[in-house]
């Protein structure tokens, strides 16, 4: 009797020996696994200017008086008189990228300029108005830029030629198309920026001493100012 009890005990023992392993083994389906630590976000990598303009970016010109503006003086041949003129900018395109090597490269710039209205003083009996006025590049243009040591920012100076399509509109409202008019050697300084939300900016600043057109002896346009800011 007292061999039978033993036993008994001992095969107990056995079952709760057994299944405190079981329970420490989690092998019970029903028994949920401890959390895991939460993954730890990766760092994004950040594009610089220089790298994302690797691919070409389209900018739109901004009609917006206080950064983009065109301003020139108007002259009166035969008296010697003469009159500074702003012009608006109303919109235009400013295509960018960059080479392997660095280079900034202008692919279109064009710029749509409101009417220069000339006074009968000037020009009499009635005076005359320049209109459908558009200045573009005649070609891309390629210029070694500065860069930020991060490569967010870019300037760059360089020499082009301008090529501006424009009209005559008289007073009685006929309108004539000029041949296209060629400003050569405009020195332009460039900036472009590009902030951490992805957007790029760009300024343009350029700059045509002298003379650049003369109208029938009567009317001339000299001391061309360009200003022009663009975004993405």
Known sequence: MVAERTYALLFASSLLVNGVGCALGNNDPMIDPPPSAPATPEAQPTTSLRESLRAPADLAVMADAETSFVTLTAGH???????????????????VHTTVAGLLVIDTLAVELSDLEV??????????????????????????????????????????????????????????????????????????????????????????????????????????????????
């Open 119 to 232: 006074p009968a003083a000037f020009v009499p009996p009635e005076g005359i108005a320049l209109t459908g006025v558009i200045a573009h590049l005649d070609g891309p243009k390629a210029v070694e830029a500065e860069w930020s040591a991060d490569g967010s920012t870019a300037t760059a100076e360089l020499s082009l030629d301008v090529v501006v399509d424009w009209a005559i509109r008289s007073e009685d409202g006929e309108v004539i198309q000029l041949s296209p008019l060629v400003i050569t050697g405009m020195t332009m300084d460039v900036s472009l920026a590009r902030g951490s939300d992805g957007h790029i900016a760009a300024h343009l600043s350029g700059l045509s001493s002298g003379a650049f057109w003369s109208w029938a002896g009567i009317l001339e346009l000299s001391d061309l100012s360009v200003e022009v800011s663009a975004q993405r």
């Open 77 to 95: 041949v035969p008296s010697g008189a003469s009159k500074a003129v702003e012009m608006a900018v109303l919109g235009g395109d400013l295509d």
